[in-house]
């Protein structure tokens, strides 16, 4: 590899990601018997490179493989989770839609509050699974599995969102019912 005279650690580890599959983060890097430093802003010339002088260097890392990482398996049943309870919700979407436009009488009324209690209840799933997804300890090599964390978080996050829209709508009925 011939890289420019100013270039850096992040054109070095740019390049390796390219030739092997390690992720930038889950690269170490050892020349010379030195390890070279992880701050990708570092010249290769301050990091010890000569110009013109051949180098070996030796990688240590793993390329990500999300079929054996337990990390990134149980980010995903928390995603699937997610899904099935975004479909519930879009459930008692249309059936909160369809009780407030109904007229009020006894019977809707407690359909109503029924409702109202299975909303706080999806409100509750939806908390859970974002606190097993705070609950994971992931290091610097796992940059994948942040990724998808922060993904599933979103759109757990998103979900939430649309429930409390939901139950907001359902006290509005109620509250007006009962005046």
Do not use: H
């Amino acid at each position: 590899m011939t890289f420019r005279e100013d270039a850096t650690m992040q054109d070095l580890s740019q390049k390796i990601l390219a030739l092997t599959g390690v992720s930038i983060p889950g690269q170490k890097l050892i020349c010379c018997g030195k390890q070279l430093p992880k701050d990708l802003t570092v010249s290769l010339k301050e990091a010890g490179f000569s110009s013109g002088v051949g180098s070996r260097i030796m990688i240590l890392g793993k390329k990500f493989d999300p079929e054996n990482d337990n990390d990134y398996k149980r980010i995903v049943e928390v995603e699937n989770k997610a899904v099935i309870m975004e479909k519930k919700i879009d459930e008692v979407s249309t059936e909160v839609d369809g009780v407030c436009k109904g007229q009020i009488d006894k019977n809707i009324y407690a359909e109503a509050k029924s409702m109202q209690k299975r909303v706080k209840g999806m409100n509750e799933d939806l908390q859970k699974q974002l606190e097993i997804l705070d609950s994971f300890s992931l290091n610097e090599d796992q940059p994948e599995c942040k990724t998808k964390r922060k993904a599933v978080a979103t759109k757990l996050n998103q979900a939430m969102d649309k429930n409390d829209v939901i139950l907001e709508k359902l006290n509005q009925w109620i509250k007006q019912g009962l005046a």
